[in-house]
């Protein structure tokens, strides 16, 4: 098992049956003593940003909507950013990972012109107390694998979680070929 740490991916296992979470892929985004926050990137929601979030519209990558990010505070809003240049960081930035960061979204738009090469904005987030993402790791929920900056920004998400794990050494390269529905194998 990997270190689990921010810009690790947890994947969903077929044992996971939280409808919440059920072939999801999540990016963790803060992981201490404390617990861990990530987002989920495979759900597309269909509400455009533009539609509630004004001018930040204009500045995600397609598709244009929300995504939800996970079930704990769905009425708020986590913006996921990648630099152009990782020395050039605007104001509102907090590095994740590599180029990879968070926006505040009270930072006005026109600031981050010409300094992103990509963003998407969650609506939502997934959260574990102490100790919990450890447990549900252990008892077979997640795998835990390395994450991609791409992962965050596909056109289509749809296919990700067998993406990630067609990428991954070994047996998890194999699991990716299971089908979603058992009935069907």
Do not use: H
């Not at 995600?60 to 630099?83: I, N």
């Amino acid at each position: 098992m990997s270190e689990v740490r921010a810009g690790m991916l947890l994947v969903a296992t077929p044992a996971l049956l939280d409808p919440n979470f059920t072939d999801t892929v999540v990016l963790l985004l803060d992981v201490d003593d404390d617990g861990a926050l990530g987002v989920v990137l495979n759900r597309p929601s269909g509400v455009r940003v533009a539609d509630v979030l004004g001018d930040w519209g204009d500045a995600v990558d397609e598709p244009d909507v929300l995504f939800q990010g996970g079930p704990v505070s769905t009425q708020a809003a986590l913006a996921l950013a990648r630099l152009r240049s990782e020395d050039d960081a605007p104001v509102g930035f907090r590095a994740v990972e590599g180029p990879l960061g968070l926006v505040d979204l009270d930072t006005p738009v026109e600031l981050l012109e010409g300094t992103l090469a990509g963003l998407r904005i969650f609506a939502g987030y997934a959260g574990w107390g102490a100790e919990q993402l450890l447990g549900e790791i252990e008892e077979g929920s997640w795998y835990v694998v390395p994450g991609e900056t791409p992962d965050v920004f596909r056109l289509d998400p749809a296919d990700l979680w067998r993406d990630v794990l067609r990428r991954q050494p070994g047996e998890l390269a194999w699991l990716s070929t299971r089908p979603f529905d058992p009935n069907l194998n």
